[in-house]
């Protein structure tokens, strides 16, 4: 049994434990992946960080009709 996910596996992980709690195996080896792997690991924090912007967006009562702030410059 290979203990590393791949990083395909690793961003559908990602994705679904926004919707729901991964088992512990699934937790433990998507951590194992992440503490390896750079790419994955930033993806995750840009998930992380689309997810609660997103949240703040819609607990704040954000209208679809006003405009969206300015992205600030890399």
């Known amino acids: 049994m290979n203990l590393m996910y791949s990083c395909?596996?690793?961003?559908?992980?990602?994705?679904?434990?926004?919707?729901?709690?991964?088992?512990?195996?699934?937790?433990?080896?998507?951590?194992?992946?992440?503490?390896?792997c750079g790419n994955c690991s930033h993806v995750a924090d840009q998930i992380g960080a689309v997810h609660a912007a997103s949240v703040d967006l819609l607990s704040n009562g954000f209208e679809h009709d006003e405009p969206l702030p300015p992205v600030p410059p890399r």
């Open 8 to 36: 395909r596996r690793v961003a559908e992980l990602l994705s679904q434990r926004l919707d729901e709690p991964l088992g512990i195996f699934d937790e433990m080896r998507l951590k194992l992946h992440l503490s390896m």
